[in-house]
């Protein structure tokens, strides 16, 4: 079965640095991925989708790679704020997009 | 901006009734979702929901769970007998289906209903 997976530890960094999030999948060859924020006892929101033709996506401080032959999507937060901590997740859609999997998501800490 | 909306927030039940969950999707979305998050795991997909049939569902989503779309603005989840592990966040979402590739429509979601069984 199709397996994501997020660094499971927390990812603590200061203000200013740029953080980067690992996604890595298996058993699938999706022709998208997306990234989500999640904040405590919220809804996911959407960031950022990726297409497998893409090798970067970048939106504002946001930047996504998708390297299809290492199955890896990176995610990066550059200039990070305390605002910017939360949980961020990797998601794949399959079975023609009506199933979406997401990882267990890597919980990012901006110290100011 | 428009979004999706789900009641009520927090429901509280006793193992063995039934629970409704209700949602209500952006108003021109076509597809709609259930997922579910246990405190401190995963979210987890449930079920999908497209032109008034179930398009996908997981495991999870056995004979204890339904889904109804009983009008042209609400979508429903109902557990018919509650279980201590049903105790989860339930997140419902929506999705538009414009033009072009499906990849390209992102996935509203609610604000969750905490269901807790004792």
């Known amino acids: 079965s199709q397996k994501i997976e997020q660094n499971s530890e927390a990812l603590n960094i200061q203000e200013g640095k740029t953080a980067t999030l690992t996604c890595n999948y298996t058993?699938?060859?999706?022709?998208?991925l997306q990234w989500y924020r999640q904040d405590p006892g919220r809804g996911p929101v959407f960031l950022l989708l990726?297409?497998?033709?893409?090798k970067e996506k970048r939106k504002e401080r946001l930047k996504v790679t998708f390297d299809t032959t290492l199955k890896q999507s990176l995610f990066h937060i550059t200039a990070s704020q305390p605002a910017d901590s939360a949980t961020y997740l990797c998601?794949?859609?399959?079975?023609?997009?009506?199933?979406?999997?997401f990882g267990a998501g890597t919980r990012l800490f901006v110290k100011a | 901006e428009p979004e999706v909306t789900q009641t009520p927030s927090h429901q509280v039940t006793q193992m063995g009734q039934e629970v409704i969950l209700r949602c209500v999707p952006i108003?021109?979305?076509?597809?709609f979702y259930w997922y579910r998050q246990i405190l401190g795991q995963k979210v987890e997909f449930l079920v999908s929901?497209?032109?008034?049939?179930?398009?996908?569902k997981s495991e999870i989503f056995d004979d204890q769970f339904s889904v109804e779309r009983p009008d042209g603005s609400n979508f429903t989840l109902k557990i018919r007998s509650t279980k201590l592990e049903d105790s989860a966040m339930y997140f419902c979402?929506?999705?538009?289906?414009?033009?072009?590739?499906?990849?390209?429509?992102?996935?509203?979601f609610g604000p969750g209903t905490r269901l807790t069984v004792l």
């Open positions: 058993n699938y060859s999706p022709a998208y």
């Open positions: 998601a794949l859609d399959t079975a023609g997009g009506f199933k979406t999997i």
């Open positions: 929901f497209y032109n008034n049939e179930i398009s996908e």
């Open positions: 979402a929506s999705r538009s289906a414009s033009g072009g590739a499906f990849g390209t429509d992102t996935q509203y």
């Open positions: 990726i297409r497998e033709n893409e």
């Open positions: 108003s021109n979305h076509l597809y």
